[in-house]
């Protein structure tokens, strides 16, 4: 079983709607949790951490279940430029920052 | 852009060679991490590197093995090329300290193994 599980996509969706991606992790001890975001044959970005409390950067709102070992990302009135490769991210410890990624979820919209 | 700068942009190699991809770290940073992207796949930490020394490894044989020099820039090298190990490496700087610190990835350079 892989570390971190994502939905494989791709979503095809129209500007202005509402996409909610999914990720679990199976590592119970991990401490850390991000969304990045990865443009066609470009580097990852950060797109935003995600707490438990649930976090906000204007139309993306990322969500922590810990009990569940579960992480989501909710992208309201999507945007053509929104279009890329949604990678979720959990830092399991070990004393180092070692990033483990998801497969990724691609995004497409469309007008 | 990051200010991570990565050589070269691609690589074209054969089955049983070896290759050095090399990475400058963004300005202040004293961590390098480095990353393996097969295709359709996300990034897989190889190893990370930390005053010279390395400081953590992936899943990943000893035909991979890496350099950090005195101004935290960083090799990555791999020795007998397989056809799997064709990929885009990425490379990543950050701080090291308490807590998490963003990690910067450069463009990255795709090594293809024929």
């Known amino acids: 079983r892989k570390e971190v599980e994502q939905d494989p996509g791709p979503f095809n969706v129209p500007e202005g709607a509402t996409v909610a991606f999914n990720c679990t992790y199976s590592n119970s001890a991990s401490q850390s949790f991000f969304w990045y975001r990865q443009d066609c044959r470009k580097e990852p970005k950060l797109l935003m951490s995600v707490y438990s409390s649930g976090n906000e950067d204007g139309r993306f709102t990322a969500q922590l279940n810990r009990a569940s070992q579960y992480i989501s990302l909710l992208i309201r009135d999507s945007k053509l430029s929104d279009s890329a490769t949604y990678l979720c991210?959990?830092?399991?410890?070990?004393?180092?920052?070692?990033?483990?990624f998801g497969a990724g979820t691609r995004l497409a919209v469309h007008p | 852009e990051t200010g991570v700068t990565q050589s070269p942009t691609h690589l074209i190699k054969t089955r049983g060679q070896q290759v050095t991809l090399r990475c400058s770290s963004q300005?202040?940073?004293?961590?390098v991490s480095w990353y393996q992207q097969a295709l359709g796949q996300g990034p897989q930490f190889i190893f990370q590197?930390?005053?010279?020394?390395e400081n953590g490894r992936g899943n990943f044989p000893p035909r991979f093995s890496g350099l950090q020099f005195p101004n935290y820039s960083s090799e990555l090298n791999v020795n007998a090329l397989e056809l799997d190990d064709s990929a885009l490496y990425l490379c990543?700087?950050?701080?090291w300290g308490q807590g998490f610190y963003e990690q910067y990835f450069g463009p990255g350079t795709r090594l293809t193994v024929t």
């Open positions: 991210v959990v830092i399991s410890g070990g004393g180092y920052n070692k990033l483990i």
């Open positions: 990543a700087s950050s701080l």
């Open positions: 300005s202040g940073h004293n961590t």
């Open positions: 590197y930390y005053r010279e020394e």
